[in-house]
C-alpha cells in the first residue's frame, strides 16, 4: 500500500530533516533566517543553507567566520514535542551525526568535544549553536539548530586549533557531499529522538567522547567545575570525577583542558 506523506505523524516521518532545504548565496547568519522563518510556520526539518554569512555567531557571544564556500554552514528548524526525550540530548546527537559524516568523508576518527564540538584529531572541524523558545500559544518548543562545518578551510585566527574536512583527508571534499551525508546522519538520530530510544546513540556517544580521563575545566555562568571526563549519562550530560571521588553530571557549560579553564 502507498503512504501518503500527509497522512503520516511527525513521529512516523520517515526522514524529517531537509524538507525543504532553502539555500542563500549571503545571508547575516543561518540562525536569523531560520528563526525568522519558524516564527513564520515554516515546517519542522526546514534546512536554511547559506554559502556566506556576514554576521555568524557561535557559542557564548563568539563570532563564527568563514570564507565564501569554504564551509557548510546550516540551521535546521525542529520542534520536537512527541518525545520522552529532553531537549538537552538534541545538540549532541546533532554532534554525532556530524562526528558520523566527518570520519566517513575524512577517513579519520572523529570525537566529540561536550557538548557541541566535532574534533578531527583533535581539532575542530564543526561547531553547534542551539536556541529554543516556547512557541505560544501552545507550550511545544522550537529549535534552531545551527552546525558549521569547515569544509575547505579553517579560518586563519583558528589554525592552530581547527582543521577542515578537507585538510583532513588529503583531498578537496565537496560542500555538496557534506550536505548530503550530514542531512542522512541528522535523520537517523532525529528518528531516534522522537521515537524515544537513544540507547545506541549514548552508546556511541559515549565511546567518541573527546579527552576521557583527562582533567578538565567546565565553566557555566561564574561557576566552574574541574574533574576527569568519566563519559556522559543517558540525559546526555557530562560525568566529571572530582578531586573527591564522586561523579557530577553537568548538564550545560563550556569546556576546557585543564584543571583551570582557559579561553576556548
Ligand atoms: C560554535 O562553535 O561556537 C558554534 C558555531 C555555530 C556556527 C553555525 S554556522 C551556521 C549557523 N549560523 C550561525 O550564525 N551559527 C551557526
Known amino acids: 500500500m502507498a503512504i501518503r506523506a500527509d497522512r503520516l505523524s511527525h513521529a512516523e516521518t520517515p526522514r524529517p530533516i531537509g524538507r525543504p532545504l532553502i539555500r542563500f548565496d549571503r545571508v547575516t547568519s543561518t540562525m536569523d533566517v531560520a528563526t525568522t522563518l519558524a516564527d513564520l510556520g515554516s515546517p519542522e526539518g526546514t534546512v536554511i543553507q547559506a554559502d556566506l554569512q556576514t554576521a555568524g555567531r557561535g557559542r557564548a557571544g563568539r563570532v563564527w567566520e568563514s570564507e565564501a564556500g569554504s564551509a557548510l554552514m546550516l540551521s535546521i528548524i525542529l520542534r520536537p514535542s512527541d518525545t520522552p526525550i529532553g531537549p538537552g540530548a538534541l545538540s549532541l546527537l546533532a554532534g554525532l551525526a556530524v562526528a558520523r559524516t566527518a570520519e566517513v568523508l575524512s577517513s579519520r576518527p572523529s570525537t566529540i568535544k561536550w557538548p557541541n564540538d566535532v574534533l578531527l584529531d583533535g581539532l575542530k572541524v564543526s561547531g553547534i549553536l542551539v536556541h529554543s523558545r516556547a512557541t505560544p500559544p501552545c507550550s511545544c518548543r522550537q529549535f534552531v539548530l545551527g552546525i558549521g562545518v569547515n569544509v575547505r578551510e579553517t579560518p586563519e585566527s583558528h589554525a592552530a586549533r581547527a582543521i577542515s574536512l578537507s585538510e583532513a583527508a588529503g583531498v578537496t571534499v565537496a560542500t555538496a557531499d557534506v550536505l548530503n551525508r550530514l542531512i542522512a546522519e ?11 530510544d537513544i540507547a545506541r546513540e ?21 561557576r566552574t ?12 550530560a557530562l560525568l566529571l570525577r572530582l578531586p573527591d571521588g564522586t561523579l557530577r553530571p553537568i548538564i550545560s557549560g563550556e569546556l576546557t583542558r585543564g584543571p583551570t579553564p582557559v579561553e576556548p
Do not use: W
Not at 202 to 219: I, K, M, P
Open 202 to 222: 549514548l552508546t556511541e556517544l559515549d565511546a567518541r567522547l573527546a579527552f576521557r580521563d583527562q582533567q578538565v575545566s567546565v565553566v557555566d555562568g561564574g
Open 225 to 236: 567545575t574541574s574533574g576527569t571526563v568519566s563519559g556522559i549519562d543517558h540525559t546526555c
Open 186 to 196: 541528522l535523520d537517523t538520530v532525529y528518528v531516534a529522538f522522537r521515537r524515544g
